[in-house]
């Protein structure tokens, strides 16, 4: 079992406080304004980039993305790739170890896991084990259903030819498959609100043009210090989304006044 890293930190730690606090994001200001309700119908979302900060700044915009997702319906399994912010495990990993949160277990698709370690995608507990990047979309999932199983990858090693082979891998491993794809990242990190808002813009615009090399070449020309690129680009990749939409985007100044900001993206791609 992996345990919760940042119970208490980046979310509540009890289930009925963490439920609340959950709903909150929805009935924020910033948020979408109601609580998901879950339907169910055919899919059109593919792959959905959300922030994974403390609730308390970029929940609200996690809360569009799945809102959209409750209104789409759920999948039978998430796929989940965040960034590996402490540098530990492997460059590129999975684990099959299930998660625990407040709300109780999240099992891990162990088939489709085999089916991407066969690909070359190593099974590392140490690189998710104090992560937070994928912990953090659990318990917004939870609230919406239980039932789900979920893949998460950690990735460390995020240039643009290892996000290239792992979307084409999980590609491959989710074809014709029940499956949405999430990329967890923020945005611009502690820069003046303007300037994060002008260059997450431009990296935004390239995701909405489904460009995954384009977005990293701006990231780079730009200096946008975007902590989970790789994710992106690989979800990008493995999905092979028709349309993008942009749900949201704020800082985290637009909760708390702050003279360095953080920028976060709700964003989807359907078929």
């Not at 684990?95 to 109780?104: K, R």
């Not at 992560?131 to 318990?139: G, I």
């Amino acid at each position: 079992m992996r345990y919760p890293a940042v119970a208490g930190q980046f979310y509540s730690s009890t289930e009925a406080a963490l439920v609340a606090e959950i709903e909150s994001c929805y009935t924020s200001p910033i948020g979408p304004g109601e609580l998901p309700e879950l339907a169910d119908g055919e899919r059109s979302i593919r792959g959905l980039i959300v922030p994974h900060a403390g609730y308390v700044f970029s929940g609200p915009v996690a809360a569009h993305a799945y809102h959209a997702l409750a209104r789409d319906g759920f999948p039978k399994t998430f796929v989940i790739i965040g960034p590996n912010h402490g540098g530990m495990g492997s460059p590129i990993a999975l684990t099959t170890q299930d998660f625990l949160t407040p709300m109780g277990e999240v099992a891990v698709d162990k088939e489709l896991a085999g089916e991407l370690a066969k690909r070359g995608v190593n099974d590392d507990i140490l690189a998710h084990r104090y992560e937070h990047s994928v912990e953090v979309q659990l318990p917004f999932l939870q609230h919406i259903s239980k039932d789900f199983k979920f893949l998460p990858i950690s990735m460390m090693d995020q240039e643009y030819r290892a996000a290239r082979e792992l979307g084409d891998a999980l590609g491959e491993v989710i074809a014709g498959k029940d499956v949405v794809v999430i990329a967890s990242t923020d945005f611009s990190h502690y820069v003046p609100q303007s300037v994060a808002q002008t260059k997450d813009n431009e990296v935004i615009q390239k995701i909405l043009g489904l460009d995954p090399q384009g977005m990293n070449k701006v990231r780079i020309k730009n200096s946008v210090s975007m902590c989970g690129y790789g994710p992106v680009m690989a979800m990008l990749v493995a999905v092979k989304g028709k349309k993008a939409e942009l749900l949201k985007y704020a800082t985290s100044g637009d909760v708390r006044p702050m003279l360095e900001v953080v920028g976060y993206g709700a964003m989807l791609i359907r078929s």
